[in-house]
C-alpha cells in the first residue's frame, strides 16, 4: 500500500525540482507538506523542526504516513544540508531572517512565511494577483499574511482605478484558531476557546503596515485602514468583511465588473454574482478566494473568504513556487474546498 502511494505521487525520486523546509512541524509546515506531496515536480530533500529532531515526520504528522517518512533535523546542522532549489522557511518571525540569509548564500531561493521581508525592498511580495512579474524573477519572496491577503484582494482592484477613499478602509476580519500557531497556549485551550469570540488586537497588529504599504501603492496615495482581527472557534478560515468609501458615486453593477476585467485571468478568485456573498465552508481545504460584493448606502462593502492555511499561507507558498520555477500556477492546487 506505502509503495503505491509513493509511486503515484513520485515521492523520492531524483527528478523533481529538490525543495528543503525550515520550521516543518507546524500548521504551515503541516500543510505545505499536504501539497507538496502532491505536486508533480518536487522532490522534498530535508525538514527542520527542533522539537522533533530526529522523529520521523510522520511521526510528528501521522497523517502523512506512507507519503512522506523521513527524519526531521535540527537547523543547527544546517552546514551539512544538501543543496536545494528553492527553501520554505516556515520560521518564526525575526528568526527567519538570520537563515533566509544563509539559505540565499547557497543559491537557494527562499518563499518566507514571516512577516520579516514583507515590507522590505529586498524581497518581492509573494501576491500573484498583483504581483507576478516580480514574483516569477526573484530569489527571495515574502509570502503575504492571511488577514493582509483578504483585505488587499478585496480592495485591489479599486485601488488600481484610484476610486478609494483613501482614510476610509475598515475591515474586521474573523479568524479560525490555526492561524495562532501550534504552540500550546491558554487562549487556545479548548475551554478558553470552544463557544468564543475574541478580539486579537484593538490598536496595532503586524499586518496592518503591510495592507497599508501594499494598498497605498495601488491607489497612488497613503492609505490608513482600521483592522480589527477576532478569532472564532472554527479549526481554519478566515472571513474578512471590509468596508469602504469611493470617491465618486457608481452603481454595483459598474464595481462588480471592474472586480470581473481586474480578476479575469486569475486561477484562485471567485468573484461571486451580485447578491451572493462568502463562505468560509466553501474554500476550507483550498487556495481559492471567494468575493462577494455590496452597497449598504453609500458605503461599499467587500466580503472575502479564504482558508487561512491555504490561500493565506501555504497555498499562496506553493502558488509562489510555482511562478519562481515556471511551473503551471496551479500545479498541485486543483483540490476544491471538503464539503460538508
Not at 131 to 147: M, Q, R, V
Not at 244 to 271: D, G, M, P
Not at 283 to 289: E, L, Q
Request: glycine content about 8%.
Amino acid at each position: 500500500m506505502i509503495s503505491r502511494i509513493k509511486a503515484h505521487y513520485n515521492f523520492g525520486t531524483t527528478m523533481g525540482i529538490k525543495v528543503g523546509i525550515l520550521g516543518a512541524t507546524g500548521y504551515t509546515g503541516s500543510e505545505l507538506l499536504r501539497l507538496l506531496i502532491s505536486h508533480n515536480g518536487v522532490d522534498i530533500s530535508w525538514l527542520t523542526s527542533e522539537k522533533f529532531a530526529s522523529k520521523k515526520i510522520s511521526e510528528v504528522f501521522p497523517h502523512l504516513s506512507g507519503f512522506i517518512d523521513i527524519k526531521c533535523v535540527s537547523v543547527r546542522k544546517l552546514s551539512e544540508f544538501e543543496r536545494v532549489d528553492l527553501v520554505f522557511s516556515c520560521l518564526p518571525h525575526v528568526t527567519s531572517k538570520h537563515f533566509v540569509k544563509k539559505m540565499l548564500d547557497t543559491g537557494a531561493r527562499v518563499v518566507d512565511f514571516s512577516s520579516d521581508y514583507r515590507l522590505s525592498k529586498e524581497a518581492a511580495y509573494g501576491l500573484p494577483e498583483i504581483n507576478k512579474d516580480e514574483i516569477i524573477d526573484a530569489d527571495l519572496i515574502a509570502n503575504p499574511g492571511c488577514y493582509a491577503t483578504s483585505v488587499i484582494l478585496g480592495l485591489a482592484p479599486l485601488a488600481s482605478k484610484g476610486l478609494l477613499v483613501a482614510d476610509s478602509v475598515v475591515a474586521d476580519i474573523k479568524s479560525g484558531l490555526s492561524g495562532g500557531g501550534r504552540a500550546p497556549s491558554l487562549e487556545h485551550h479548548f475551554s478558553e476557546s470552544n463557544e468564543a469570540i475574541n478580539i486579537g488586537s484593538v490598536s496595532e497588529h503586524n499586518q496592518k503596515p503591510e495592507i497599508e504599504q501594499k494598498l497605498s501603492k495601488l491607489l497612488g496615495s497613503n492609505i490608513k485602514a482600521t483592522f480589527i482581527p477576532h478569532t472564532v472557534p472554527l479549526d481554519r478560515g478566515i472571513l474578512a468583511t471590509i468596508y469602504a468609501r469611493l470617491k465618486k458615486k457608481t452603481s454595483l453593477n459598474k464595481v462588480h465588473e471592474i472586480y470581473k476585467k481586474f480578476y479575469n485571468q486569475q486561477n484562485f478568485i471567485r468573484l461571486l454574482d451580485i447578491g451572493k456573498y462568502p463562505s468560509t465552508k466553501n474554500v476550507k481545504y483550498s487556495n481559492m478566494c471567494d468575493i462577494g460584493l455590496g452597497f449598504q448606502d453609500n458605503v461599499f462593502v467587500a466580503v472575502v473568504a479564504l482558508d487561512n492555511l491555504g490561500k493565506g499561507a501555504s497555498g499562496q507558498a506553493v502558488q509562489n513556487m510555482n511562478l519562481m520555477l515556471d511551473f503551471p500556477e496551479s500545479e498541485g492546487l486543483l483540490s476544491t474546498a471538503i464539503y460538508p
